[in-house]
């Protein structure tokens, strides 16, 4: 019993150890590191918190303030995502839901308890309205952007090349796959493209052989993929038995993950999908991270798994977060800032050429800046294309058609707000 | 000795027949109300009230509604999710569609159509029995998540195929949505939880109650007697599903907030059903005791790391809880088979001869 007293007393001093010397921003992340979701999960997560880590330990943190980055597990479950919004809010400065089904649900919770959602490439496309959407961000891409980068890949940069052919949008049948249904559609009525949306329920993502079945039927010119955590290792597998023609096979950025490809390996060669960032294995920053990081024994990753899309964008993610952080920290001229000004900050975002090779980070994404009218950036991203043993750059920069996408983000932002009347509206942006 | 029952004379057949024969049992649940009406609402934190307070209540609803048809009745079903469903998309086309109508009102009628389509489900309980009849009641659960994600009407053709549940007022106050304030939403579930135990307490007790238990028992046995099952049987999934379809309802709209199809997938059913069976069936209590280990608990041992100042991971938290409160489910299950509310009621029986067992 002794012994157990002086073990517990000791927890409690190292715990309050930890805590008086971590640190003061608060940035929790709703991870999911179990449940069906976590084999995507984790890479993303890992490279999420290694990004602060490294932060913390080389920086001291941003502008002199340690960020305490913690994460509350989800497994990706609506309501544990509840609980875990719940449990952080008091202190929080921001909410990263990473699920469109929590996104959801926090989402009409901002304008109240104002903390900005930062839901970097997806959550609710039309979220980019940063008039209607004041507290949610998306940058550096949404939905609609990955989108309309795929069509302008596939048609060569002249969407009326696709006139005639046949495109199957294989999806989740849940909000996440249904997302870009609105911009395809309105596409293809414009360009004279048949679109063939074919859902894949969240039973079924394991055993896709009727929706394949149904894609070797019809015969279709390419299929875009919207899938997430099983799904696309099935359709994957699923793709490689039929024998549908790899290179016609692209997915979003969220179906770009090295592990579901490593299962079919050479016969996956030519399978493509969109992503705004890239592993850019030389960058500076991975010197850092393993020297602050992984060195330290402070990592839960791999070398496998870093040198992967997932593990890379994680660190994009985190650094999108931090720049947020240093912008609302410039401008405010305090170290603490607090959500309200983590949301200005979130909104002033520059991220340029140069601002990158500082951070060590050049080429992972492209550069962006938001605005209070545009929450998203528009960053624009890369065709990667697995080769057999890693996904390689397949086409040059893209960019989004913003121009057709923004009537379509301000109609369905203001539909939005008239079916959750009262929601207030940012008048001062013009 | 503090469930003395020396010195309480039962002198008319309405006093031996009382919900509370004792009267520590009555003081026990005076306490209990009070506790939920008075002494929660002042102290509870946000936190508490939307991760513990309200969940727990509209699960134990569920639960009950469940406990109705399966613990009363015998009727095992393993479709209440799909009904849960009914009522909440019931009540959200009812609000967009008359928005005039008082919330309230539109919760407790969503209840009217998962009774209807209860029913309809029900049917082939006059033919099948056991494990049969929860395959028939699987069907309605595989197609009515079904209906839920292909019928754009439903949802009123979102983008994203889910329901968002707008900004409800009720005499000028917010009851439902992102304006609401949570005590609001707490006395909201908590007025129709309480109103619905108690009406299926007075049902349980009076003579549809005995047709059901007759029924449970002993299905031919019941009719040879007089019963009509089909009546009995039909009551049963009319009233279970309408209690099922109003916690629905609760669970979107005081809540969640927002509902995507899957959300009325199978593992909520079997998750209701865990607690039913967990808490006792054929007992009203028992939802409740249930409710509270399988959605309370998790929820209590993930902040408890925190409290003692123990730093772990929140993804090892996350399995060290499953672990625990799985151990803890076979524990019950192994003491006592007949569910948590039979372990009280043998607790307390063993309090009122206490210290003098025979």
Redesign the interface.
Known sequence: MKHFTKM?LA??V???L?TSAAADIYAPNL?Y??GPFAATGIPLMNGQKDYFTMINERDGGIGGVKIEF????T?YS??KG??CY??TK?RAVVTQPWS??IT??VL??T??DMIPILAPGYG?SPMADGKVFQWAFNAPGSYWDAASMILKFISQDNLDNLKGKKIAFLHL???FG??P??FLEAKAAQHGFELLPI?V???EMQNQSAQWLQIRRERPDYVIMWGWGAMNAGAITEAVKTKFPMENFIGTWWSGHDADLKIVGEDGKGYKSISFSRPMLDAAIQADIKKYVVDAGKSQSNPEEMSGVFYNRGLVISMILAEGIKAAQDHFKVGEINAEQLRWGLENLNVTEERLAELGMTGMVAPFKTSCSDHTGHSGGWVLEWDGKAFVEASDHLTPDSASIQPLEVE?AAEYAA????WPINEECK | MLYRTAGQYKTSYASDQAVFPVRQDAILLGIILLLAWVIFPLTAS??TF??LLI?ILIYSLAALGLNVLTGYAGQLSLGTAAFMGVGAYACYKMVTLMPWLNPLVAILLSGAFSAGIGVAFGIPSLRIKGFYLAIATLAAQFFLVWLF?KWGWLYNYN????I?V??LTMFGVYVA???ASTIVQYYVVLVVVSLLTWVTINLTRGTLGRTWKATRDMDFAAELIGINLMRSKLTAFAISSYIVGVAGALFVFMW???A?P??F?IPLSFRILFIAIIGGLGSIMGNYLGAILIVGLP?ML??VPEA????I???T???LNIMIVGSLIIFFLIIEPHGLARLWALIREKLVIWPFPH
């Open positions: 517990a927890a409690t190292a715990a309050g930890c991870s590191r179990t913690d994460e509350c597990e497994g609506t309501e509840v609980e719940e449990k008091g469109t089904g959801l649900q009409p919770k304008n109240v609710f049948d849940h909000p249904k997302e249904l609105p859902p329920g969240l039973k369905k079916a959750n009347a009262p | 946000e936190f939307q991760t969940p994600e983008s994203s195929g889910a968002q707008p900004n949505g992102p304006q969640r907030g927002a995507e899957n959300l997938d929820v993930n902040t003692l100042g123990i730093h991971d929140s993804a938290v996350e399995h």
